[in-house]
């Protein structure tokens, strides 16, 4: 029993992917439901136009149909044709067209139907599958390097111990215990890397003006021990957030500090620096004030409403930045002023006494003008 053309033509109008026809002269003659979803013009405003509306360009309209007219078996079709259509918003979306020259029954060419699909989610996924490749070969060359470093940082642990008199040996121990956490958290990253290859699933987060970035923090990663009080350091046991995008400066400040015995975490941004506070306490956030996601007000009034108790010191380099001017009248309703960058160790110590530990800060009168904090 023959199915009637009614079945057949309710099928196609309900069909997901876009199906449209053409006459001869390239006016749209059928525009089924799938198009209408993907392309977003309702069929009043295509129907009898010109196929232009649904192409970026003329020149992309017409490479279609020269594909068909030059199919080799001379039928007029191409098959998976990758072109371009623009919805109506006037985004472009990439297709896999399969059409056909049609005729009529002398065989004249009549006009033309073309089947198409968004490959959008298809290329999103071959792309995943290359950057998958790309990861697994990434960790793996980055994992022979770390090897080589491993090896040489024990070697070269061994060499100090037999050089080094006791109290150079403490110092410099320290300074290669520091290049032996980094090495282990790039071997964490580079592990997180193949596991998100595996699994073909990651996060993202914001980075910097709407831009998103991979996610690959390390679950579980312990935080810093505090050490315990000592008199011959009397910073000693502070838990600091180092806030800055320069990572040399991050570097050099948490090498002063743990001098000073300080339990020190790094935050190469604002955003990045809300998330070390929400996984763990800390008794001082010492942060930048020139940053790209969040400036050092935008932190201070974040880390002033998540944890009012713990004290913000800012501080930059006031002449590098035009900028500043505005984030030095948004900083006039705190307290005194904001470091200004080099950062006296100094005074830097005599802060953080005051702020966390003030009776060892007693010392220091608040009359230095020099520098202060938020509160």
Do not use: W
């Amino acid at each position: 029993m023959a199915l009637p053309a009614q079945y057949f033509q309710k099928l196609v109008e309900s069909c997901p992917d876009i199906i449209i026809s053409v006459d001869k002269q390239g006016t749209i003659t059928f525009y089924n439901d799938g198009a209408r979803q993907n392309l977003g013009f309702s069929h009043e405003e295509v129907l009898g136009k010109n196929v232009l509306e649904i192409y970026p360009s003329p020149d992309e309209a017409r490479r279609v149909m020269r594909a068909m007219r030059e199919d080799p078996e001379g039928r007029g079709r191409v098959r998976n044709f990758e072109t371009v259509f623009k919805t109506k918003k006037g985004d472009k979306i990439p297709v896999a067209i399969s059409a056909s020259i049609t005729y009529d029954e002398q065989g004249q060419e009549i006009g033309s139907i073309g089947f198409a699909k968004d490959i959008r989610e298809i290329r999103r996924r071959d792309q995943l599958v290359t950057l998958a490749e790309i990861a697994i070969g990434l960790s793996h060359e980055i994992n022979n390097s770390l090897e080589v470093l491993v090896n040489q940082t024990e070697m070269l642990r061994r060499y100090v111990g037999r050089v080094a008199t006791d109290e150079d040996f403490i110092i410099e121990s320290d300074r290669l215990e520091s290049v032996a956490s980094q090495v282990k958290k790039i071997q964490d990253i580079t592990g997180r890397i193949s596991q998100m290859a595996d699994e073909g699933e990651y996060g993202t987060k914001e980075y910097l003006h709407g831009k998103m970035m991979a996610d690959l923090r390390v679950n579980g990663s312990e935080p810093c021990a505090r050490a315990g009080a000592d008199e011959r350091f009397p910073l000693s046991g502070l838990k600091v957030l180092i806030v800055d995008d320069d990572a040399g400066i991050c570097q050099s400040l948490k090498d002063l500090l743990e001098a000073e015995r300080c339990c020190i975490e790094t935050a190469a941004s604002g955003v990045f620096a809300m998330e070390s506070l929400g996984r763990q306490s800390f008794d001082l956030v010492l942060s930048d004030v020139v940053m790209p996601d969040m400036d050092g007000y935008e932190l201070y009034q974040a880390v002033k409403k998540k944890t009012p108790e713990v004290p913000v010191v800012l501080m930059t380099a006031f002449n590098y930045d035009k900028d500043h001017i505005i984030k030095r009248s948004c900083l006039e309703g705190l307290q005194g002023v904001i470091f200004k960058k080099p950062v006296n160790p100094a005074i830097l110590k005599k802060t953080l006494l005051q702020q966390c530990r003030r009776e060892k800060g007693s010392l220091f009168a608040a009359g230095d003008q020099s520098h202060s904090v938020t509160r």
